[in-house]
């Protein structure tokens, strides 16, 4: 993949993270502070957008979005592939338990 492709693909990204944020930001607001891992002003300025500068924005060669998942515990947690479909499912749970404690500590 050469430079122009990556430009070309973070653009796509950040204009489909801006539409999907936008739209569970109106649906949902609670929800979507957590699952996008964003605050309240942020979720003012995105959900306040037009369509002509949502495009503006994506245009940005800088990806807008994030992984929030920065230690070894979440990932582990996520990667895990145990035997049981019941094992990966407290695992995903219990990822899901530890990223709410950091949005709580965030917010």
């Not at 309240?40 to 992984?67: H, V, Y």
């Not at 049981?84 to 749970?93: E, G, H, I, P, V």
């Amino acid at each position: 993949m050469n430079a122009d492709q990556i430009l070309t693909e973070i653009r796509e990204a950040n204009l489909s993270y801006l539409m999907l944020a936008q739209s569970l930001i109106r649906v949902d607001r609670e929800q979507a502070l957590f699952r996008l891992g964003i605050g309240e002003d942020a979720a003012t300025m995105i959900s306040g957008l037009t369509p002509a500068q949502i495009m503006k924005i994506a245009q940005t060669n800088t990806l807008l979005c994030r992984f929030r998942m920065d230690d070894d515990m979440v990932w582990g947690l996520l990667t895990n592939h145990g035997k049981s479909a019941a094992n990966d499912a407290t695992s995903r749970l219990h990822a899901s338990i530890l990223l709410a404690g950091r949005h709580q500590e965030a917010a």
